[in-house]
């Protein structure tokens, strides 16, 4: 009778657990979007005009974007103007024709290309720019606040002027690029809360090292008590440091510049004592803004134009505190793996 009992009792617990418990069986349900999302992007052609290929920002930006779009299928197509505004120009004409799904163009000023940009989206095809933007608003820029790096770089030559000669230099890029028209006024707007700073120098480079290092060379013999310099890129700036140094003044001289954030580039040159403060606009960062940006346009179906959008760039300020850091400073080869 006890043996009965026991059976009974274990039998009763079974079919309690088991009404207890989820039903094993039951059927997963289809996601009901992958299957269009992965369509919509699957073949489609991204077309990439930088102003060149062969530097940091051009190649992390491209690296970012066919890791993120290429498992999806997503094809690529690189016109390199190296330079060659006309060559940009004919590269952008000639894709319009192509008609890929997108175009991620990279501005060398802000009106070459701007009624080609706008007749591109006429023609159905999604614009993404850049970080130099041009006269036209298309669906998407990614990139940097030019006023607040301006403002930004600025703020820290003013303060490392205090107690010096409050003389400082303007290193600026292409006179009719948004990067270096927008910086200037960023200068401006911290210069005019600041009358006791003089500027004595203030000149364009043309995003050249060579023309950044020789206007360099002459304002330091023309004013050996210079107290800091305001760079407008990085890449530039290689120059300006280089005459800052044969003058014998790194350290003395305090160089803000901006850039990618590259390791070998920005960050090296922070760590070494070439340039003081490296406003990084984080080209890995931008290059996942853009990608995801071109998911989004692809999947939704909007019609090209119809929206209009701006994603700025959160900055890093790079020093020697962080250039070591792996969040503020990366690697062009992990980009690409």
Known sequence: MRTHSLALGSLVAVTLAAAAAPALAQQGLDEPFQKT????????????????????????????????????????????PNWNTNAGAQAVTSLISEKPAVMVIHNPDVQT??????????????????????????????????????????????????????????????????????????????????????????????????????????????????????????????????????????????????GGGERKGACELVKNGSFDLNMSYDVPTQAAQMAGTIKWLLSSGVKAGSVKGFEYSTLIPITKENADSQTSCWNLSDLKK
């Not at 002459?218 to 890129?233: A, E, H, M, R, S």
């Open 113 to 258: 290309y701007a009624k080609l940009l706008q007749r591109a989206e006429n023609e159905g095809i999604y614009v993404i720019q850049i970080n130099m933007g041009s006269a036209y608003r298309s669906s998407a820029f990614v990139g940097a606040n030019w006023i607040e790096i301006g403002e930004r770089q600025t703020e820290g030559v003013v303060k490392a002027c205090q107690g010096k000669s409050n003389k400082i230099a303007i290193i600026q890029g292409a006179l009719s690029a948004a990067a270096s028209a927008y910086t200037l006024k960023g200068v401006e707007n911290v210069l005019a809360k600041h009358p006791e700073i003089k500027v004595v120098s203030s000149q364009a480079a043309d995003w050249d090292a060579a023309k950044a290092k020789a206007i360099t060379q002459t304002v330091l013999k023309q004013n050996p008590d210079l107290c800091g310099i305001v760079g407008f890129w990085d890449g530039m700036d290689i120059g300006t440091a280089a005459a800052i140094k044969e003058a014998g003044l790194t350290g003395k001289v305090f160089l803000a510049t901006s």
């Open 37 to 80: 999302f992965r369509e919509a992007l699957a073949g489609k052609t991204v077309a990439y005009v930088p102003v060149a290929m062969n530097f940091d920002l051009t190649e992390g930006w491209y690296a970012g974007l066919k890791k993120e779009l290429e498992p999806y299928g997503v094809k690529f197509e690189i016109r390199d």
